[in-house]
């Protein structure tokens, strides 16, 4: 079904933008304003002694001219070897592995509740749409939308952490960890919060695709026809619209999967949740390249992945796009 | 978008795979990722007691580096070095019980303490001290910079350390205890690791009155030391809780979670004066700020335009808008700290007088136009663009700097600001302007050796000021040939001298650290001036539990 | 009918929200930098939500944090739409040879995820929100080319377009006449949803301090606020009126944005993320 020549032409762009990416990140990289030595030495005392400083350099081979670095860099990753945080001095993707884990403890429910919510309710909705209760459901949506997650996340611990003290302050255990282990229990509890926001959150884009989709579906000739054959509405429901109207959220769900890396900066911040969001952060203000180049690559190669796999999702389900929208 | 049941089919069971392929990889990860948190040590006291104080980090990797011996990020009261820096220009012992100098400054003999142990039970020798420099300098880690005058370490006997220099250099004992310092690294664990870049240490095996416990999921924990040869603990162990952002540290210094936050501003410590079991001290001129000039730079190269403007600053309004410190009344030292080395006659030099600034200005050739400009001796008006860095405590920057406004603008400068976020970029910025407001930490005013801030050495090819003057350069290093303390206080005062004759910088004020704590759980937190960190092995062992 | 009210209601907000920017040195008392007395002083006494840590006004910061605000959200989201929407239209009216190169280097660029490389894009301009707007902007456009190219091809080809071109209309004319005005509807909506996209990503990175930190608007205000003092004191004067403001000018462009979407083409959704 799947054309041969159009997966391998979508599959060469995906390599093609892979290496811009990598190209790009690396030179805007290091490019960029500062660098760690100095930032690192003037934490220390207030001076700056030149054979600390060319020392490094010499080191990390940042005394190199730039294309030779760029040569050796690209190297290293078609290896698979990622280079060592500055930082930290260990290995970066396993590093990135670890963050990226905790990352995903609030992120895995909170997508996959936020999806189901947000669709069950923006199928119910749009069935129901032009009645009262929809327009009350998507106008509550609307504004639930709106408002920064940040906002939301502030006002949370202000109320529920602070003032109600239903929850812990931020963190992701409590000091028990370091009597008793780990608990998965008090990693729940002290994720409850950013998980209910963040699912929250992304079930209102959802809600509101799947509305969106379900209005559509629901003005589709077969709709009509299989009402006007006089079918029983729950019927029509379940057989022809609700199946419809699921396919772009298909799309929305790879991009979403993409957008993990970054998507709960926000949230990471004010929780203190050390995930990967935090890592980047902080990253970026030591000036730590290894470990930055390592995230926005994988970064990159998610978002290059999600692409390509909704691209070949969409063109198996609708073959009008194979072509690429191109005539 | 109708398409063929069987399509609809094969597409549920692609989307069930691909979140099924998903949820693996997460719980893989997951999995990997909290053995690796996980670090524990299994020597580790089991009990969570109620006598551990729990201190507040603000970034997970302040305490979370395990790899590149020599770079902090470790855990506070592991390491240690020969000796701990004190006030006024005096050392307290530490790893070394007692220490002599050669009348040159050049050999340098420490006498180490006899009944120190490594963690793992390994006696703790000379060979230890000897490993230390030889290995920073042989794997070139960074931090071998600090010692870089020492010529070699001999070991006559297991408890006699003989650092012998290249230079006389009679502040040897601050550069090695001064931050960044130099902490004993043990050689047992360190001789067989060829990379200490990329070396993953788990262990932290060091001789101090803390031992490692773990670290763990945003927690560090050290335990107290009870085969230390010092002053013991008397709380059983340290927590460190990475809470990142400061307003959230008090609100869990109020629930409790926690039992002491440093460095909260002042209009926070008032509202917290009234709350039960929290009590309040504040650290003494921990920060101390100035006013420094570029002597590279137009109009700072002008004598005279410094001299007028060290009588420009208004250091009482700046100091009350601090609301901590003190205005700073001498030429760089600051009293509190250095003591007896704070020379008496350069005391109150630069008292707050415009009109007498506005006179010198014209005695030097500076005139006003008509809308009271000031132009310099060339005619041009005096415009100066001031150079800001985010990340050097901004709020007091910016309150000098809104006092100066108003009273420079009164003289008829305009100035304007431009902040940097980078501090390599505001290094340069500084380089190509006349005037820039500098924070030192107050380990940079406190003796003799402080002075060569403003000096020209072969290790310091240039300062910030681009001061150089022969004189000074040649007073500081006859301070550095000698040992004797009467002559080193003799040419710290000339210098002193020198400094408020040719004005490269104009001290604004101090400010303090305010550290509030939970009273209900430990006392012994305030040690008085000098001791600018709770973390401290000092404070730490000075803790007493309440009960 | 709703519908209208509310966006006319959105609109209302808007124009306030410019009006209280454009209007900034005459309604607020204090600079945004300038230190006016005391820090966190309560409301009153000339300071109508008090002084922040600094003891800089909070109303005065309020107001002229709009301006940064909206240069940002609106100038980067104009800057998009006008590339997108130019680029697109003649992409899709001509096509060709042109067309497909562009196509192919739009396919290469699109995976490059934009959120971290503008945060690293920021170091580079510090200050600079109108840098840091255009090259967002820029950034942004590659994105909308796709969503303009599409319906302008399609334009292109239906029977009116045809004919025009027949009867020797010029290509400008064409353009200008018949395919613009039909692509209207769908480059406003975009216009007024990547506005608010922009607006509340400002926001926050600069809440995260990851966006300019020199410049005084609602995400550093807040940033203040929250790591200096105002939740553990409970100094809610402080923290709510960045924070309400956000609120606002975001719902008011929700509003406005879905308003437009169902008045334009009530069936079909706009996929924004």
Not at chain 1, 115 to 139: C, E, M, R
Not at chain 2, 14 to 22: N, T, V, W
Not at chain 2, 373 to 390: H, R, V
Request: glycine share 8%.
């Amino acid at each position: 079904m799947i054309d041969g020549q159009y997966l391998l032409r979508r599959i060469g762009y995906s390599g093609a933008a892979f290496f811009v990416c990598v190209t790009i990140t690396f030179f805007i990289l290091h490019l960029m304003p500062g660098d760690y030595i100095t930032n690192y030495l003037l934490s220390l005392s207030n001076t700056l002694p030149k054979e600390a400083v060319e020392q490094f350099y010499q080191q990390y081979g940042l005394d190199r001219p730039l294309p030779e670095q760029y040569m050796i860099y690209i190297l290293n990753i078609l290896q698979g070897n990622w280079g060592y945080s500055y930082q930290y001095g260990l290995p970066v993707f396993p590093m990135i592995m670890e963050k990226l884990s905790w990352s995903l403890v609030i992120l895995l429910p909170a997508t996959v509740t936020g999806i189901l919510i947000g669709t069950v309710l923006g199928a119910w909705s749009g069935w129901k749409s032009g009645g009262k209760k929809d327009l009350a459901l998507f106008n509550i949506m609307i504004v639930f939308r709106a408002i920064p997650e940040f906002w939301w996340a502030i006002m949370a611990v202000w109320i529920f952490a602070f003032y109600l003290q239903w929850f812990p302050l931020g963190g992701f255990t409590s000091i028990s960890v370091l009597t008793s282990g780990m608990d998965p229990w008090d990693v729940l509890y002290h994720a409850i919060l950013p998980i209910g926001l963040m699912a929250s959150f992304i079930a209102a884009g959802n809600y509101y695709v799947m509305r969106n989709s379900m209005i559509a579906v629901i003005g589709e000739d077969y709709i009509t026809t299989a009402r006007a054959k006089g079918l029983d509405e729950r019927a029509v429901l379940w057989r022809h619209a609700l199946k419809n109207a699921l396919l772009p959220m298909a799309t929305m769900t790879t991009f979403q999967i993409a957008g993990i890396i970054m998507g709960n900066v926000f949230i990471e911040t004010v929780f203190s949740w050390p995930g990967i969001g935090l890592l980047t952060t902080e990253a970026l203000s030591i000036r730590d390249l290894p470990l930055l180049e390592g995230i926005f690559l994988l970064d990159a190669l998610m978002t290059i992945g999600a692409m390509l796999t909704a691209d070949i999702l969409a063109s198996y389900l609708d073959p009008r796009i194979r072509m690429g929208g191109h005539d | 978008m109708n398409i063929n049941p069987g399509e609809k089919k094969k597409l549920i069971i692609i989307g069930g795979f691909c979140l099924l392929a998903i949820t693996a990889l997460c719980v893989a990860a997951w999995g990997t990722g909290s053995a690796m948190t996980a670090n524990k040590n299994v020597t580790g006291n089991p009990q969570l007691s109620v006598t551990e104080v729990i201190i507040p980090v603000s970034s997970p990797s302040s305490v979370t580096y395990s790899s590149s011996m020599q770079k902090g990020g470790v855990p506070p009261g592991i390491y240690q070095g020969l000796v701990i820096k004190d006030l006024n220009g005096t050392f307290d012992p530490a790893l070394a019980e007692s220490w002599e100098v050669s009348a040159d400054a050049k050999t340098w003999t420490f006498h180490l303490a006899k009944d120190a142990f490594w963690n793992d039970g390994v006696p703790f020798t000379c060979s230890d001290v000897k490993f230390t420099n030889d290995y920073l300098k042989a794997n070139n880690v960074t931090l071998a910079y600090v010692l870089h005058d020492v010529q070699s370490v001999d070991c006559p006997d297991d408890h006699t350390a003989v650092f012998t220099l290249k230079t006389s250099y009679s502040a040897f004992l601050d550069q090695i205890s001064r931050q960044p310092g130099i902490t004993i690294s043990p050689r047992h664990i360190w001789q067989n690791i060829t990379d200490p870049q990329h070396y993953e240490d788990t262990k932290f095996i060091g001789t101090g009155p803390f031992i490692f416990d773990q670290n763990t999921a945003g927690y560090t924990r050290v335990l107290k030391n009870d085969a230390y040869y010092g002053k013991k603990a008397q709380v059983s162990g340290v927590v460190l809780k990475v809470i990142t952002n400061p307003d959230s540290q008090v609100l869990a210094l109020k629930n409790g979670e926690i039992d002491v936050v440093s460095d909260i501003s002042p209009a926070v410590a008032q509202s917290l004066k009234g709350e039960k079991n929290i009590a309040l001290y504040s650290i003494n001129d921990t920060g101390a700020y100035e006013v420094a000039f570029n002597l590279a730079q137009y109009p700072s190269n002008i004598p005279a335009f410094r001299k007028a403007m060290s009588h420009a600053v208004d250091r009482n309004t700046i100091s009350s808008l601090f609301g901590t410190g003190r205005p700073t009344e001498t030429t760089f030292l600051i009293p509190s700290l250095a003591g007896i080395y704070v020379n008496p006659a350069d005391v109150g030099m630069y008292n707050y007088d415009l009109a007498e600034a506005k006179k010198i200005l014209s005695d030097a050739g500076f005139t006003w136009d008509k809308r009271g400009n000031l132009l310099g001796p060339d005619g041009k008006a005096i415009t100066l663009t001031i150079p800001t860095n985010t990340m050097a405590q901004t709020g007091g920057t910016d309150k000098i700097l809104s006092v100066l406004k108003n009273d420079w603008g009164k003289l008829g400068i305009s100035m304007s600001t431009v902040t940097y976020d980078d501090k390599k970029q505001y290094r340069k910025a500084v380089n190509a302007n006349a005037v820039f407001i500098d924070s030192f930490p107050v380990t940079l005013h406190d003796d003799a050796d402080a002075l060569s801030n403003f000096a020209v050495t072969p290790l310091q090819e240039t300062n910030y000021y681009n001061y150089n003057n022969p004189e000074y350069n040649a007073l500081l290093d006859e301070i550095h040939d000698t040992t004797d303390q009467q002559e080193i206080l003799k040419k710290a005062y000339q210098l002193q001298d020198i400094l408020s004759r040719d004005i490269p910088t104009v001290p604004v004020c101090t400010s303090d650290t305010i550290v509030a704590y939970r009273s209900d759980r430990f006392t012994g937190w305030d040690l008085g001036p000098g001791y600018y960190s709770v973390t401290d092995p000092r404070v730490l062992t000075n803790l007493i539990p309440v009960r | 009918m709703t519908r209208n009210i509310l966006l006319l209601l959105s609109v209302a907000i808007l124009c306030m929200y410019f009006a209280i920017a454009a209007c900034a040195p005459f309604i607020a008392p204090y600079t945004a930098s300038e230190i006016t007395g005391a820090p966190l002083q309560p409301p009153g006494n000339g300071h109508l939500f008090g002084t922040n840590q600094v003891g800089q006004d909070i109303f005065s910061q309020l107001v002229y944090g709009a301006q940064i605000t909206l240069v940002f959200g609106f100038g980067s989201a104009l800057l998009s739409v006008a590339i997108s929407t130019w680029a697109g239209t003649v992409l899709g009216y001509y096509g060709g040879r042109v067309d497909e190169v562009v196509c192919r280097i739009l396919d290469v660029m699109m995976p490059i995820p934009t959120f971290p490389l503008l945060i690293v894009l920021t170091a580079f301009f510090n200050p600079g929100v109108i840098q840091v707007s255009i090259l967002m902007g820029v950034l942004g456009s590659i994105h909308g080319i796709r969503l303009i190219r599409a319906p302008a091809l399609s334009l292109s080809q239906t029977p009116f377009v045809e004919g025009a071109k027949s009867i020797g209309a010029s290509d400008f004319h064409i353009i200008s006449r018949h395919i613009l005005p039909n692509l209207m509807p769908i480059v406003t909506t975009k216009f007024v949803s990547s506005s608010q996209h922009y607006l509340v990503m400002g926001v926050g990175l600069s809440f995260i301090g990851l966006w300019d930190t020199m410049t005084v608007d609602w995400g550093s205000m807040i940033q203040n606020a929250y790591a200096y003092g105002a939740l553990s004191l409970g100094l809610w004067w402080w923290i709510l009126p960045p924070g309400i403001a956000v609120v606002g000018i975001s719902l008011a462009l929700a509003l406005a944005g879905y308003s437009l979407e169902e008045i334009f083409n009530p069936r079909v959704g706009v996929n924004r993320i």
